[in-house]
């Protein structure tokens, strides 16, 4: 690891001073992501900067019924809040799946939307990675990629985003909330990722040296939601796939549905054309299958990964089927 120095922000200004400071900085939530990849030398700060004093570690309900989350907030702390598992559980759920709990002790939801790919070759620094190493190439195109993207990818990355809270907040319309030298700014979590194209080392539309200082949910859609992860084993693992869904149904038929999937693309994944399909149909297998189906038309698998598309589609009848018979009792 790369010797650095290490400084402790007390306040958001100051922050984002130490981080202007030095072009090589980064700043230090839980540590749970950027650690490691400094262990293994993709990450390599000059500088340290300690987020974990700022005051923004509340979870507080907002004026209209929504929620405002600040960035330090740990996924332990979100996940357990009566609010949040009562009116958002979706959200819960997904914290839940994430990671082991002594990880949830010490992540941040900052952190949590920030992490990079898992994707082996671009955590390995000997291997070439356009994420990593812009115009090196993706091996992982005809290497392995039985974990990677059938939804959105480019021949320049086919990797996927890991976070399993980031699909909750994508279906709930969360909001980021962030600070720059120049001021304040917010985005919707579904525009907050960029597109693969042909500059994955690009992953977000964060201003440079910009702090996220909070995220905001609107009123919860629904009462019912639902996160669901397929992993490879029982304990804790990185989603082979997953679906946050919330369903609302009024007389047989959906009024409205939120639907994001997860590990199958290289952001969590906004199912907007299954949303269409859903909205105003009888709630019932036959409208959620054509809706699984008009979202995943896009698919365009690799050799070995393949089996993502059945899987997503079982996956998101089975979720929404759940709700829907949730709400006729």
Known sequence: MKQFDYRRAH?????????AADPDARFLGGGTNLVDLMKTGVERPARLV???????????????????????????DLAAHPYVRRHYPALTQAVLAGASGQLRNMAT????LLQRTRCGYFTDVSRPCNKRAPGSGCP??????????????SDHCVAVHPSDMGVALTAFDAVVSYETPDGPGRTPVTDFYLPVGDTPHRETTL?????????????????????RKVRERASYAF???????????????????RLSLGAVA???????????????????????????????AAARPLPRNGYKVPLMRNLVVSVLTELAEGDAR
């Open 11 to 19: 306040d958001v200004d100051g922050a984002l001073a130490l981080l």
């Open 266 to 296: 290289s952001r969590p994944w906004r199912a907007r054309a299954a949303e269409a399909v859903l909205t105003g149909a009888p709630a019932d297998g036959t409208t959620f299958a054509a809706a699984a189906d008009a979202e995943l």
């Open 239 to 257: 989603a082979i796939g997953s679906v946050a869904a919330a369903l609302t149904v009024e007389d047989g038929r959906v009024r409205e549905a």
């Open 140 to 153: 992982a195109v005809s290497g392995e990629h039985h974990n990677h993207a059938v939804l959105g990818a």
């Open 109 to 112: 939801v900052g952190g949590n």
């Open 50 to 76: 300690d987020l974990r004093e700022l005051p923004l570690d509340r979870v507080e309900r907002t004026p209209d019924g929504g929620l405002r989350v600040g960035a330090t907030v740990t996924n332990s």
């Open 207 to 227: 201003p440079p040296g910009a702090l996220i200082t909070h995220i905001t949910l609107p009123p919860a859609p629904a009462a019912r939601s639902r996160y």
